[in-house]
């Protein structure tokens, strides 16, 4: 069962398009949700952290028992913690059953985003050599710590690091938000940036174990005009239904005896004919 809202919300297994929340699956996580919000594991206030500011005030409170955050926080976390002696540790996805496999998320990797060439292309070499830049020492540097080198310094053993004008703000900006806005988002992720030492390597290592990304539909997947027009008169209205209901079983708004009457309603709101063409599109992908 996977379920990414808006910029996930369809799954795979064995070539097969599903729904997270017409799956029995999801039910059963929105009832653990309700359990642990109750209980008062969950945040009270989940719904207004929609900031990373706002997350990362909570990093270091000594009520916050765990979070999910980018494992290339710790560093930043660890280096800036009021307490040196915090800790941060990696915890595995929570899974039903002692043992069982994660099929939903890409494993963790250094290539921090993914480029495509079109089949069109007549310049073929020009766009090779364009991407081969990214790969270059100077872009690699450039794109995890910015064009200004102010921001950061290299240390003895010629490493790099962000320094006290990111982790210390003097304009008493977040530490993350300095680091999107020094240097946003780089294809290849410079190792000093979040991954830079052993133990977080570890981290990586024992994520990728449990996680396959098997039930992971490709960003590569396209749909076609006709279908791209099926799914944006019919899915927008199932995804703000779905995640306004998601809140209230959460939060115990909603009773679970109406739960039948939720995925109905999915049903008549079209959802078998988005799942058809992302079926098509699936199918395309695959035949190539």
Known sequence: MNYGGSTQPFYQVDGKVRYAPLEEGFKTYLQMMNKWYEEGLIDQDFLSLNSISAEFTLYFDPNSGSYAAPLSLADVARQIAPDPSMEFVSAPHPVVNKGDKIHIGPPASPVFAGAQISSKTDKLDLALQWLDLYYSPDVILASNFGPDPSYYEQRADGSYAFNDKVFNNPDGFAPVDMMMYVADYPMVNYKDRSIGNEQLLRWVEENNKINDNAYLISSSLT??????????????????????????????????????????????????????????????????
Do not use: C, H, T, W
């Open 223 to 288: 749909l076609s005009d006709e279908e791209n027009k099926v799914y944006a008169s019919i899915m927008p209205g199932i995804i703000d239904y779905v995640e306004e209901m998601q809140v209230k079983y959460i939060m115990g708004l909603e009773s679970f005896d109406g739960y039948d009457a939720f995925v109905q309603k999915i049903y008549d709101m079209g959802i078998e004919e988005v799942i058809s063409v992302y079926q098509k599109a699936l199918d395309r992908y695959n035949s190539r």
